[in-house]
């Protein structure tokens, strides 16, 4: 299977697949006499692998670290798990912060309802949003 095929049948462009080989996320095919890359069936489920990996937050460096357990013929489960408790811990680090910053909008939005804009004095840029902000998002441990 040629790259263009390769590329239609997985909605992966073809810039793409020649980057992903080139960092070594996709092994590069054997080329034909004429020099272009001749797939098989395999780099279909890889390449649906790197995208389902992709969806869940892995980057291109961590599936690289994936796939390459699986080609030296290991199974890469075990550090799977931990990259994957690992994203779930940030992403709860990010809700956080994403959370803080909701409260401190709703919080604003309720302040800002009780001002009246004649009042925005000339050293102010907007009154609307207090000069000095003393709380800061929730810090990770």
Same mark, same amino acid.
Request: glycine share 8%; hydrophobic share 35%.
């Given at each position: 299977m040629?790259?263009g095929d390769v590329?239609?049948?997985?909605?992966?462009s073809?810039?793409?697949?020649?980057?992903?080989?080139?960092?070594?996320?996709?092994?590069?095919?054997?080329?034909?006499?004429s020099?272009?890359?001749?797939?098989?069936?395999?780099?279909?489920?890889?390449?649906q692998?790197i995208?389902a990996s992709q969806?869940?937050?892995?980057?291109?460096g961590e599936?690289?670290?994936?796939?390459?357990?699986? %080609?030296?013929?290991?199974?890469?489960c075990?550090?799977?798990?931990?990259?994957?408790?690992?994203h779930?811990e940030e992403?709860?680090?990010?809700?956080?912060?994403?959370?803080f910053?909701r409260?401190?909008l709703?919080d604003?939005?309720?302040?800002?309802a009780g001002?009246?804009?004649? %009042?925005?004095?000339?050293?102010?840029?907007?009154?609307?949003?207090p000069r000095?902000?003393?709380?800061?998002?929730?810090?990770?441990?």
């Amino acid at each position: 299977m040629r790259i263009g095929d390769v590329a239609r049948r997985t909605g992966v462009s073809v810039k793409s697949l020649r980057y992903y080989e080139q960092i070594g996320v996709l092994t590069s095919p054997p080329r034909t006499p004429s020099g272009y890359r001749e797939y098989d069936g395999q780099v279909i489920a890889r390449l649906q692998f790197i995208r389902a990996s992709q969806s869940v937050g892995f980057t291109l460096g961590e599936i690289r670290e994936i796939v390459a357990f699986r %080609d030296r013929g290991e199974i890469p489960c075990g550090h799977v798990l931990e990259l994957l408790r690992q994203h779930r811990e940030e992403s709860a680090r990010r809700i956080a912060a994403l959370e803080f910053v909701r409260q401190s909008l709703d919080d604003l939005v309720d302040r800002a309802a009780g001002l009246r804009l004649e %009042d925005c004095s000339a050293d102010d840029v907007c009154h609307l949003i207090p000069r000095l902000a003393d709380a800061s998002p929730p810090h990770s441990a």
